[in-house]
């Protein structure tokens, strides 16, 4: 298998076994989708903050950049570089700075698409 099958191969996996968990949380536990989608940012804060989700995500690359605990992980590593610049102030700012494009690019593209869909009402 060549390289590139490879890596869409570990892709697949990591981020079929992270959506795998989230429909098992749905089918098996009485947690809403709100808190399962907190639960993923939150576990990829911990985990990115005590450096285990890193690793994964080298290995795994849009497997496990892409889900919720992608961003989580992209949150604690931004804390982590800004408190190592600015000090204590990098703990409230480092979060924001690190999703800042991401989360703008989600805005636009929300708008755009709301602009030119028209919306149905629901029954």
Known sequence: MN???????KTFLVGGALCLV???????????????????VVAGVILGAVGLYQPLADWAGAGATVPLTGFGNLLAR????????????????????????????AIFFGLVVACLCKSKEKY
């Open 22 to 40: 989230g429909q098992l949380l749905i089918d098996l536990t009485r947690l809403t989708p709100a808190r399962i989608l907190t639960g993923y």
């Open 78 to 105: 931004g804390v982590r570089q800004a408190v190592a610049q600015r000090g204590l102030i990098g703990a409230f700012t480092g979060g924001f700075t690190s999703a800042a494009g991401g989360i703008c690019a």
């Open 3 to 9: 390289e590139t099958a490879m890596a869409f191969l």
